[in-house]
């Protein structure tokens, strides 16, 4: 079975409410296909986060399509976290820095400070990905993420938000008893400078 044919074929996407994800963009079809053909994922599931198109898409190990949802990034455009960034207080964070970095993490099943469970993405820079945070009205984190355009999805410090049920029935069991892959696509450097192994890449690294 091809690549394509496991991500297209026996689960289709899942749409969390309250909006649903916009199609597959070509660099995200493209890092699936070469996760798949090269087993970078290490037989472990995978999520794909596609800052371009503020998309989520959770893999069974073996490929298939767990689920797709809308998801909120860090609001700064760029592909790197600031140096030193995760020992920081919110409040210190300024608005060039609050990015959601590109590239390749080993990531599992965590608690933050409030005991809430969340996935992490990059421990040091206290990146990770869980359920949306809608404490502050002002930033109308569920409207974002409810709209068809991914141009309004970028409003946190870095981590990424995705719907509560989301989370609950599509991230938590991919991750429950197992360690998995993140990988977020970069929206300023190419591929194969992000993603150990890519074509075109740096050799792979084994986490």
């Known amino acids: 079975m091809t690549a394509l044919a496991l991500l297209f074929g026996a689960v289709a996407p899942v749409a969390a409410q309250p909006g649903a994800p916009p199609a597959g963009s070509a660099a995200m079809r493209q890092v699936v296909s070469w996760v798949i053909a090269s087993g970078d994922n290490q037989q472990l599931p995978f999520v794909i986060v596609d800052k371009g198109a503020a998309t989520a898409y959770v893999f069974h190990p ?6 797709a949802s809308p998801a909120l990034l ?7 976290s600031a140096p030193g960034v995760g020992d920081r207080k919110l409040s210190d964070i300024r608005p060039a820095e609050r990015t959601t970095p590109a590239g390749r993490f080993f990531s ?22 869980h359920a949306v945070v809608t404490g502050n009205r002002k930033e109308r984190r569920l409207e974002r ?20 049920v989301f989370f609950d029935t599509v991230v938590r069991p991919a991750f429950t008893g197992t360690s998995g892959i993140v990988y977020i696509l970069p929206e300023v450097r190419s591929l194969g400078e992000v993603f150990p192994g890519y074509p075109g890449g740096v050799p792979p690294r084994v986490p």
């Open 145 to 164: 993420l409810a709209t068809a355009s991914a141009l309004d999805n970028r409003i946190s410090y870095g981590c990424i938000n995705v719907p509560a």
């Open 62 to 67: 073996d490929g298939r399509l767990r689920g």
């Open 74 to 80: 860090g609001s700064a455009l760029g592909d790197d």
């Open 108 to 129: 599992s099943l965590g608690l933050d400070l409030a005991e809430k469970e969340l996935v992490w993405v990059d421990y040091g820079a206290a990146v990770s990905l």
